[in-house]
Protein backbone atom coordinates (compact mmCIF):
# COMPACT_ATOMS: atom_id res chain seq x y z
CA UNK A 1 0.00 0.00 0.00
CA UNK A 2 1.57 3.57 -1.13
CA UNK A 3 1.20 6.13 1.15
CA UNK A 4 0.20 9.63 0.30
CA UNK A 5 3.73 11.15 -0.50
CA UNK A 6 5.02 7.71 -2.70
CA UNK A 7 1.43 7.93 -4.37
CA UNK A 8 1.55 11.36 -5.12
CA UNK A 9 5.27 11.47 -6.29
CA UNK A 10 4.41 8.53 -8.89
CA UNK A 11 1.63 10.18 -10.40
CA UNK A 12 3.05 13.38 -10.52
CA UNK A 13 6.19 12.17 -13.10
CA UNK A 14 3.01 9.99 -14.89
CA UNK A 15 1.87 13.34 -15.82
CA UNK A 16 5.57 14.09 -16.65
CA UNK A 17 5.49 17.07 -13.95
CA UNK A 18 8.25 18.48 -12.01
CA UNK A 19 8.50 19.74 -8.48
CA UNK A 20 8.56 23.01 -9.95
CA UNK A 21 5.92 23.15 -12.24
CA UNK A 22 3.76 22.15 -9.83
CA UNK A 23 4.41 23.95 -7.31
CA UNK A 24 3.70 27.41 -9.36
CA UNK A 25 0.84 25.60 -10.39
CA UNK A 26 -0.48 25.40 -6.51
CA UNK A 27 1.58 28.50 -5.39
CA UNK A 28 3.37 27.01 -2.94
CA UNK A 29 7.11 26.14 -2.84
CA UNK A 30 9.11 23.36 -4.30
CA UNK A 31 10.23 22.51 -0.43
CA UNK A 32 6.53 22.15 0.63
CA UNK A 33 6.26 19.67 -2.57
CA UNK A 34 9.10 17.95 -1.88
CA UNK A 35 8.10 17.53 1.89
CA UNK A 36 4.73 16.23 0.40
CA UNK A 37 6.23 13.45 -1.59
CA UNK A 38 8.52 12.16 1.23
CA UNK A 39 5.45 12.00 3.61
CA UNK A 40 6.89 14.90 5.90
CA UNK A 41 3.80 16.74 5.40
CA UNK A 42 0.45 16.95 4.61
CA UNK A 43 -1.23 19.87 1.62
CA UNK A 44 -3.68 21.81 3.66
CA UNK A 45 -6.88 20.92 3.17
CA UNK A 46 -7.73 23.71 0.50
CA UNK A 47 -5.09 22.60 -1.85
CA UNK A 48 -6.34 18.65 -2.04
CA UNK A 49 -9.18 19.73 -5.25
CA UNK A 50 -6.59 21.64 -7.17
CA UNK A 51 -3.89 19.46 -6.96
CA UNK A 52 -6.16 16.49 -7.90
CA UNK A 53 -7.41 18.94 -10.94
CA UNK A 54 -3.63 19.37 -11.45
CA UNK A 55 -2.96 15.87 -11.40
CA UNK A 56 -6.12 13.95 -13.54
CA UNK A 57 -6.81 12.12 -10.44
CA UNK A 58 -10.06 12.17 -8.49
CA UNK A 59 -9.56 13.44 -4.59
CA UNK A 60 -10.88 10.52 -3.20
CA UNK A 61 -7.40 8.45 -4.70
CA UNK A 62 -5.09 11.25 -3.55
CA UNK A 63 -6.48 10.77 -0.42
CA UNK A 64 -6.79 7.30 -0.63
CA UNK A 65 -10.18 6.55 0.75
CA UNK A 66 -13.16 4.59 -1.09
CA UNK A 67 -13.54 2.35 -3.63
CA UNK A 68 -12.71 -0.90 -4.71
CA UNK A 69 -10.09 -1.40 -7.72
CA UNK A 70 -10.50 -4.92 -8.65
CA UNK A 71 -14.02 -4.61 -8.39
CA UNK A 72 -14.52 -1.39 -10.04
CA UNK A 73 -12.19 -2.67 -12.65
CA UNK A 74 -14.46 -5.80 -13.23
CA UNK A 75 -17.39 -3.99 -13.40
CA UNK A 76 -15.39 -1.58 -15.77
CA UNK A 77 -14.73 -4.53 -17.88
CA UNK A 78 -18.57 -5.81 -17.71
CA UNK A 79 -19.41 -2.29 -19.09
CA UNK A 80 -17.11 -2.41 -22.07
CA UNK A 81 -18.01 -5.94 -22.78
CA UNK A 82 -21.35 -5.45 -23.09
CA UNK A 83 -20.73 -2.47 -25.98
CA UNK A 84 -18.36 -4.73 -27.60
CA UNK A 85 -21.25 -7.63 -27.86
CA UNK A 86 -23.25 -4.95 -28.98
CA UNK A 87 -21.62 -4.24 -32.43
CA UNK A 88 -20.80 -6.79 -34.86
CA UNK A 89 -17.57 -5.74 -34.97
CA UNK A 90 -16.65 -7.00 -31.62
CA UNK A 91 -13.63 -5.33 -30.29
CA UNK A 92 -12.68 -2.88 -33.42
CA UNK A 93 -15.26 -1.00 -32.25
CA UNK A 94 -16.09 1.46 -36.02
CA UNK A 95 -19.28 3.62 -33.95
CA UNK A 96 -18.02 6.81 -32.97
CA UNK A 97 -20.54 6.93 -30.33
CA UNK A 98 -19.20 3.27 -28.65
CA UNK A 99 -15.55 4.26 -28.94
CA UNK A 100 -16.28 7.67 -26.53
CA UNK A 101 -18.46 5.66 -24.24
CA UNK A 102 -15.60 3.19 -23.94
CA UNK A 103 -12.75 5.29 -23.61
CA UNK A 104 -14.31 7.79 -21.10
CA UNK A 105 -15.28 4.77 -18.85
CA UNK A 106 -11.55 3.89 -19.09
CA UNK A 107 -10.92 7.61 -18.27
CA UNK A 108 -13.17 7.86 -16.05
CA UNK A 109 -11.28 4.39 -14.15
CA UNK A 110 -7.98 5.66 -14.47
CA UNK A 111 -8.93 9.20 -12.93
CA UNK A 112 -9.58 7.01 -9.67
CA UNK A 113 -6.94 4.36 -9.84
CA UNK A 114 -4.30 6.16 -11.90
CA UNK A 115 -1.66 3.57 -11.11
CA UNK A 116 -4.18 0.90 -12.59
CA UNK A 117 -1.62 -0.35 -15.72
CA UNK A 118 -3.74 -2.87 -17.00
CA UNK A 119 -6.96 -0.43 -17.59
CA UNK A 120 -4.03 2.26 -19.04
CA UNK A 121 -2.99 -0.01 -21.22
CA UNK A 122 -6.77 -1.20 -22.71
CA UNK A 123 -7.41 2.74 -22.96
CA UNK A 124 -4.29 3.19 -24.94
CA UNK A 125 -4.84 0.44 -27.33
CA UNK A 126 -8.29 1.16 -27.48
CA UNK A 127 -7.65 4.90 -28.86
CA UNK A 128 -5.23 3.13 -31.31
CA UNK A 129 -7.86 1.26 -32.63
CA UNK A 130 -10.15 4.77 -32.97
CA UNK A 131 -7.15 6.91 -34.62
CA UNK A 132 -6.67 4.03 -37.16
CA UNK A 133 -10.21 3.62 -37.76
CA UNK A 134 -10.69 7.15 -38.03
CA UNK A 135 -8.66 7.80 -41.01
CA UNK A 136 -9.32 4.13 -42.61
CA UNK A 137 -13.31 4.90 -42.29
CA UNK A 138 -13.26 8.95 -42.40
CA UNK A 139 -14.25 9.36 -39.43
CA UNK A 140 -15.83 13.04 -38.17
CA UNK A 141 -13.04 13.48 -36.11
CA UNK A 142 -11.54 16.65 -35.64
CA UNK A 143 -8.24 17.60 -36.00
CA UNK A 144 -7.95 18.91 -32.40
CA UNK A 145 -9.53 15.88 -31.12
CA UNK A 146 -7.54 13.59 -33.02
CA UNK A 147 -4.23 15.58 -31.23
CA UNK A 148 -6.05 15.24 -27.92
CA UNK A 149 -6.42 11.48 -28.23
CA UNK A 150 -3.02 10.46 -30.12
CA UNK A 151 -1.17 12.73 -27.02
CA UNK A 152 -2.97 10.79 -24.28
CA UNK A 153 -2.21 7.38 -25.54
CA UNK A 154 1.52 8.22 -25.93
CA UNK A 155 1.20 9.36 -22.24
CA UNK A 156 -0.73 6.05 -21.42
CA UNK A 157 1.31 3.66 -23.07
CA UNK A 158 4.60 5.84 -21.49
CA UNK A 159 3.22 5.54 -18.38
CA UNK A 160 2.84 1.95 -18.46
CA UNK A 161 6.28 1.30 -20.31
CA UNK A 162 8.16 2.85 -17.37
CA UNK A 163 6.21 2.10 -14.17
CA UNK A 164 4.49 -1.17 -15.36
CA UNK A 165 6.39 -4.50 -13.84
CA UNK A 166 4.44 -6.44 -15.70
CA UNK A 167 6.95 -7.46 -18.42
CA UNK A 168 4.12 -8.93 -21.16
CA UNK A 169 2.27 -5.37 -20.78
CA UNK A 170 5.64 -3.60 -21.33
CA UNK A 171 6.45 -5.28 -24.36
CA UNK A 172 3.03 -4.97 -25.82
CA UNK A 173 2.87 -1.32 -24.26
CA UNK A 174 6.16 -0.62 -26.52
CA UNK A 175 5.03 -2.13 -29.48
CA UNK A 176 1.52 0.25 -29.51
CA UNK A 177 3.13 2.59 -28.94
CA UNK A 178 5.64 2.44 -32.03
CA UNK A 179 2.46 1.63 -34.46
CA UNK A 180 1.75 5.08 -32.53
CA UNK A 181 4.65 7.08 -33.77
CA UNK A 182 4.65 5.10 -37.06
CA UNK A 183 1.20 6.54 -37.59
CA UNK A 184 3.15 10.37 -37.16
CA UNK A 185 5.89 9.21 -39.70
CA UNK A 186 7.83 10.17 -36.23
CA UNK A 187 10.58 7.59 -37.63
CA UNK A 188 13.50 8.58 -34.85
CA UNK A 189 10.84 8.09 -31.80
CA UNK A 190 9.83 4.80 -33.45
CA UNK A 191 13.31 3.63 -33.85
CA UNK A 192 14.46 4.50 -30.41
CA UNK A 193 11.67 2.50 -28.85
CA UNK A 194 12.28 -0.44 -31.37
CA UNK A 195 16.02 -0.33 -29.54
CA UNK A 196 14.87 -1.18 -26.50
CA UNK A 197 12.72 -4.16 -27.62
CA UNK A 198 14.23 -8.25 -26.98
CA UNK A 199 15.44 -9.71 -30.09
CA UNK A 200 14.50 -13.16 -28.38
CA UNK A 201 10.63 -13.91 -29.97
CA UNK A 202 11.12 -11.92 -32.86
CA UNK A 203 9.91 -8.50 -30.96
CA UNK A 204 12.36 -6.56 -32.25
CA UNK A 205 12.33 -7.71 -35.92
CA UNK A 206 8.36 -7.56 -36.40
CA UNK A 207 8.61 -3.74 -35.08
CA UNK A 208 12.00 -3.22 -37.26
CA UNK A 209 9.71 -4.45 -40.29
CA UNK A 210 7.13 -2.24 -39.44
CA UNK A 211 9.35 0.69 -39.34
CA UNK A 212 10.76 -0.22 -42.83
CA UNK A 213 7.82 -0.74 -44.34
CA UNK A 214 6.73 2.68 -43.27
CA UNK A 215 9.89 3.66 -44.91
CA UNK A 216 9.28 2.11 -47.99
CA UNK A 217 12.56 0.33 -47.45
CA UNK A 218 11.74 -3.18 -48.88
CA UNK A 219 15.53 -4.22 -49.28
CA UNK A 220 16.17 -4.04 -45.23
CA UNK A 221 12.56 -5.89 -44.39
CA UNK A 222 13.53 -8.87 -46.66
CA UNK A 223 16.88 -8.75 -44.72
CA UNK A 224 15.33 -8.91 -41.18
CA UNK A 225 12.54 -10.94 -42.44
CA UNK A 226 15.07 -13.58 -43.82
CA UNK A 227 17.41 -13.73 -40.28
CA UNK A 228 13.90 -13.64 -38.11
CA UNK A 229 12.95 -16.87 -40.47
CA UNK A 230 16.31 -18.28 -39.35
CA UNK A 231 16.12 -17.23 -36.12
CA UNK A 232 12.88 -19.39 -35.51
CA UNK A 233 14.12 -22.15 -38.04
CA UNK A 234 16.85 -22.64 -34.95
CA UNK A 235 14.20 -22.61 -32.46
CA UNK A 236 11.96 -25.46 -33.67
CA UNK A 237 14.95 -27.52 -34.92
CA UNK A 238 15.71 -27.48 -31.02
CA UNK A 239 12.71 -28.55 -29.84
CA UNK A 240 12.85 -30.66 -32.22
CA UNK A 241 15.74 -31.95 -30.85
CA UNK A 242 15.02 -31.85 -27.35
CA UNK A 243 11.96 -33.51 -27.99
CA UNK A 244 14.31 -36.65 -29.60
CA UNK A 245 16.79 -36.99 -26.62
CA UNK A 246 13.63 -37.15 -24.20
CA UNK A 247 12.26 -39.75 -26.26
CA UNK A 248 15.90 -41.16 -26.21
CA UNK A 249 15.43 -41.34 -22.23
CA UNK A 250 12.41 -43.40 -21.74
CA UNK A 251 14.38 -46.65 -22.50
CA UNK A 252 14.50 -49.53 -25.16
CA UNK A 253 10.71 -50.07 -25.34
CA UNK A 254 10.61 -46.24 -27.11
CA UNK A 255 13.69 -46.31 -29.67
CA UNK A 256 11.36 -46.92 -32.41
CA UNK A 257 9.66 -43.77 -31.43
CA UNK A 258 13.06 -41.96 -30.59
CA UNK A 259 14.89 -42.84 -34.26
CA UNK A 260 11.62 -41.58 -35.69
CA UNK A 261 11.85 -38.71 -33.68
CA UNK A 262 15.49 -38.38 -35.31
CA UNK A 263 14.83 -38.35 -38.69
CA UNK A 264 11.94 -35.63 -38.43
CA UNK A 265 14.66 -33.94 -37.41
CA UNK A 266 17.18 -34.62 -39.86
CA UNK A 267 14.67 -33.81 -42.45
CA UNK A 268 13.82 -30.48 -41.42
CA UNK A 269 16.87 -29.19 -41.09
CA UNK A 270 17.63 -30.35 -44.31
CA UNK A 271 15.29 -28.42 -45.80
CA UNK A 272 15.56 -25.53 -43.78
CA UNK A 273 19.25 -25.03 -44.72
CA UNK A 274 17.95 -25.92 -48.60
CA UNK A 275 15.86 -23.01 -48.15
CA UNK A 276 18.28 -20.74 -46.02
CA UNK A 277 21.34 -21.79 -47.06
CA UNK A 278 22.37 -21.19 -43.64
CA UNK A 279 25.52 -23.69 -42.70
CA UNK A 280 25.16 -23.11 -39.00
CA UNK A 281 21.88 -25.14 -39.53
CA UNK A 282 23.69 -28.32 -40.78
CA UNK A 283 26.58 -27.32 -37.99
CA UNK A 284 24.48 -27.28 -35.49
CA UNK A 285 21.37 -29.50 -35.88
CA UNK A 286 21.46 -32.06 -38.99
CA UNK A 287 25.09 -33.41 -38.32
CA UNK A 288 24.61 -33.71 -34.34
CA UNK A 289 21.39 -35.20 -35.66
CA UNK A 290 23.05 -37.93 -37.85
CA UNK A 291 25.63 -38.18 -35.29
CA UNK A 292 23.04 -38.53 -32.00
CA UNK A 293 20.76 -41.25 -34.37
CA UNK A 294 24.40 -43.32 -34.93
CA UNK A 295 24.62 -43.22 -31.51
CA UNK A 296 20.96 -45.15 -30.54
CA UNK A 297 22.00 -47.45 -33.24
CA UNK A 298 24.77 -48.08 -31.86
CA UNK A 299 23.60 -48.50 -28.38
CA UNK A 300 21.17 -51.76 -29.33
CA UNK A 301 23.71 -53.33 -31.43
CA UNK A 302 22.06 -51.96 -34.73
CA UNK A 303 25.08 -51.62 -36.56
CA UNK A 304 23.94 -51.79 -40.17
CA UNK A 305 21.70 -48.93 -39.49
CA UNK A 306 24.67 -47.16 -37.90
CA UNK A 307 26.96 -47.61 -40.34
CA UNK A 308 24.01 -46.61 -43.02
CA UNK A 309 23.65 -43.17 -40.95
CA UNK A 310 27.55 -42.88 -41.26
CA UNK A 311 27.47 -43.31 -44.83
CA UNK A 312 24.77 -40.64 -44.81
CA UNK A 313 26.34 -38.03 -42.62
CA UNK A 314 29.13 -38.57 -45.27
CA UNK A 315 26.92 -38.04 -47.99
CA UNK A 316 25.33 -35.01 -46.55
CA UNK A 317 28.91 -33.90 -45.37
CA UNK A 318 30.68 -33.60 -49.24
CA UNK A 319 27.33 -32.11 -50.23
CA UNK A 320 27.40 -29.71 -47.87
CA UNK A 321 31.44 -28.71 -48.78
CA UNK A 322 30.51 -28.54 -52.91
CA UNK A 323 27.68 -26.41 -52.35
CA UNK A 324 29.80 -24.20 -50.17
CA UNK A 325 32.20 -23.86 -52.82
CA UNK A 326 30.03 -23.42 -55.54
CA UNK A 327 28.57 -20.54 -54.01
CA UNK A 328 31.83 -19.06 -53.36
CA UNK A 329 32.05 -19.13 -50.19
CA UNK A 330 35.52 -19.96 -49.33
CA UNK A 331 35.36 -18.84 -45.74
CA UNK A 332 32.43 -21.58 -44.63
CA UNK A 333 34.30 -24.01 -47.02
CA UNK A 334 37.65 -24.33 -45.27
CA UNK A 335 35.56 -24.03 -41.80
CA UNK A 336 33.58 -27.49 -42.76
CA UNK A 337 36.62 -29.00 -44.52
CA UNK A 338 39.41 -28.48 -41.49
CA UNK A 339 36.54 -30.01 -39.24
CA UNK A 340 35.02 -32.45 -41.55
CA UNK A 341 36.54 -35.77 -40.04
CA UNK A 342 35.40 -34.22 -36.15
CA UNK A 343 31.98 -34.73 -37.26
CA UNK A 344 32.54 -38.44 -38.17
CA UNK A 345 34.57 -39.50 -35.55
CA UNK A 346 31.61 -38.06 -32.91
CA UNK A 347 29.48 -41.09 -34.28
CA UNK A 348 31.49 -43.49 -32.18
CA UNK A 349 33.26 -41.40 -29.68
CA UNK A 350 29.97 -40.52 -27.80
CA UNK A 351 29.67 -44.48 -26.98
CA UNK A 352 30.70 -45.72 -23.46
CA UNK A 353 31.30 -48.95 -24.36
CA UNK A 354 33.81 -51.23 -26.52
CA UNK A 355 31.80 -50.48 -29.88
CA UNK A 356 33.77 -47.64 -30.73
CA UNK A 357 36.69 -50.27 -31.72
CA UNK A 358 34.30 -51.99 -33.79
CA UNK A 359 33.04 -49.03 -35.73
CA UNK A 360 36.41 -47.13 -36.19
CA UNK A 361 38.18 -50.41 -37.64
CA UNK A 362 35.12 -51.52 -39.57
CA UNK A 363 36.19 -51.03 -43.62
CA UNK A 364 32.48 -48.87 -44.23
CA UNK A 365 33.92 -46.49 -41.48
CA UNK A 366 37.50 -46.31 -42.84
CA UNK A 367 35.75 -46.10 -46.23
CA UNK A 368 33.72 -42.98 -44.92
CA UNK A 369 36.99 -41.16 -43.60
CA UNK A 370 38.99 -41.60 -46.47
CA UNK A 371 36.18 -39.74 -48.91
CA UNK A 372 36.09 -37.08 -46.53
CA UNK A 373 39.76 -36.86 -46.39
CA UNK A 374 40.38 -36.82 -50.03
CA UNK A 375 38.49 -33.50 -50.03
CA UNK A 376 41.74 -32.04 -48.35
Not at 119 to 142: D, G, M, P, Q, W
Request: glycine residues 2%; charged residues 30%; contains cysteine.
Amino acid sequence: MLSFGQKLKLIRKEAQITQAELSEKLMVSVQAISKWECDNTMPDISQIVPLAAILGVTTDCLLGVGGNEKEDREKLYKAVEEIYSNNEYGVYVRNENEHNEIYKLYFEHIRKYPLDYDVKFRCANEICHYIYNAKRLSYSISKEDEEFLYNKAVSLLTAVINYDRDTTRLLESKQIIIMLYLYRDDFAKAEDVAESLPRLGRVKAAMDIEIYSKKNDLKKCLEISKDACVEIAHDYLWALGVRARKISCLGNERKQEAFNAYRDLIKSAKYNYELFKDISICTKWLYSALTYLTNEYIAISELDKAFETIEELTDTLIANYNQLKESGDIVEAKELNTNITDHLHRCYNWCFNSADNIIANDPRFKKCEERLLALR
